[in-house]
């Protein structure tokens, strides 16, 4: 089992930066990390993924050269960087995990671990 939580969201102004924290507890070892975001109305969608050595990272290209994932092993904690953000990045952010990697995670049902979420909301 591994448990998460989101930290660090707020309102903010279109071209304003902002960073979310989750930390995670439980069965941490060799697990992916990733993030998610809802906007009102539409589906969950991927944001960004990180392998366990933080080595490989994968975005959606929505959020491509704008927002950074990593991650500090020794605190049990990802991290996504969100630079330049826009109007269409408001949405509630979820962090996930999973152990190992698959074929498929982009798609939310790969990830059985989830935290509980975080609103973003950027004004224009």
């Known amino acids: 089992q591994v448990q998460l939580v989101e930290s660090g969201g707020g309102l903010v102004q279109a071209g304003d930066s902002l960073r979310l924290s989750c930390a995670a507890s439980?069965?941490?070892?060799?697990?992916?990390m990733g993030w998610f975001r809802q906007a009102p109305g539409k589906a969950r969608e991927f944001v960004a993924r990180?392998?366990?050595?933080?080595?490989?990272?994968y975005y959606a290209d929505s959020v491509q050269d704008r927002f950074t994932i990593s991650r500090d092993n020794a605190k049990n904690t990802v991290y996504l960087q969100m630079n330049s953000l826009k109007p269409e990045d408001t949405a509630v952010y979820y962090c996930?995990?999973?152990?190992?990697?698959?074929?498929?995670?982009?798609?939310?049902?790969?990830?059985?671990?989830w935290g509980q979420g975080t609103q973003v909301t950027v004004s224009s």
């Open positions: 996930a995990a999973r152990v190992g990697v698959l074929a498929t995670m982009e798609r939310e049902r790969a990830w059985p671990y």
């Open positions: 990180i392998s366990w050595s933080g080595g490989t990272t």
């Open positions: 439980g069965r941490t070892f060799s697990t992916y």
